[in-house]
T-cell receptor, first 113, second 110 residues
Framework: NAGVTQTPKFRILKIGQSMTLQCTQDMNHNYMYWYRQDPGMGLKLIYYSVGAGITDKGEVPNGYNVSRSTTEDFPLRLELAAPSQTSVYFC????????????FGSGTRLTVV | LAKTTQPISMDSYEGQEVNITCSHNNIATNDYITWYQQFPSQGPRFIIQGYKTKVTNEVASLFIPADRKSSTLSLPRVSLSDTAVYYCLVGDINNNDMRFGAGTRLTVKP
């Protein structure tokens, strides 16, 4: 069971470039989330989804977009990369009925230069 | 959302029991308390969750007093591999906006 898989693991972008961070889970979880973590800080919620076709903003959504066309996939899109988006991005999922907390991916380290 | 307060850092030695306390004075009736562990360059990992009294699993124990305004994560006989950041989260499990604070950086020394 792979859990939550994120790709790529590392990426360097130039200012103004765009990219998509991929997130896939194989646990059939309805709920999926994107967080960012700046150095020495806690995680901040960017976007979340409660099921295919449904997404909503979190604490820090500006500069990002998401889509949820399937239960398994929840990609995060950066349209015009800025240095302030340099961070580690984590995708997570959970199944509310089990109350076992979130399962996180291993993260994508993004540097915008 | 309930605000949580944890110590920024703690030191311990191998074999000792470590207790990390989290304060959450404005916890709501529907809120649960959840602890995560994060190693460098990894995503957080769920440790334990509770609502009241005591919860124990193979990794840790969680103690919650009757007023629920604080909670204590107890790690028995820590090893070097328990060096990590530990996060306390308080919120309704049906709330999609679970927020992580800065956490407690635990360093276990030999």
């Amino acid at each position: 069971n792979a859990g939550v898989t994120q790709t790529p693991k590392f990426r360097i972008l130039k200012i103004g470039q765009s990219m998509t961070l991929q997130c896939t889970q194989d646990m059939n979880h309805n709920y999926m989330y994107w967080y960012r973590q700046d150095p020495g800080m806690g995680l901040k919620l960017i976007y979340y989804s409660v099921g295919a076709g449904i997404t909503d903003k979190g604490e820090v959504p500006n500069g990002y977009n998401v889509s949820r066309s399937t239960t398994e996939d929840f990609p995060l899109r950066l349209e015009l990369a800025a240095p302030s988006q340099t961070s580690v991005y984590f995708c997570a999922s959970n199944e509310r009925a089990r109350n076992y907390g979130y399962t996180f991916g291993s993260g994508t380290r993004l540097t915008v230069v | 959302l309930a605000k949580t307060t944890q110590p920024i850092s703690m030191d311990s030695y191998e074999g000792q029991e470590v207790n990390i306390t989290c304060s959450h004075n404005n916890i709501a009736t529907n809120d649960y308390i959840t602890w995560y562990q994060q190693f460098p360059s990894q995503g957080p990992r769920f440790i334990i969750q509770g609502y009241k009294t005591k919860v124990t699993n193979e990794v840790a124990s969680l103690f919650i007093p009757a007023d629920r305004k604080s909670s204590t994560l107890s790690l028995p006989r820590v090893s070097l591999s328990d060096t990590a950041v530990y996060y306390c989260l308080v919120g309704d499990i049906n709330n999609n906006d679970m927020r992580f604070g800065a956490g407690t950086r635990l360093t276990v020394k030999p």
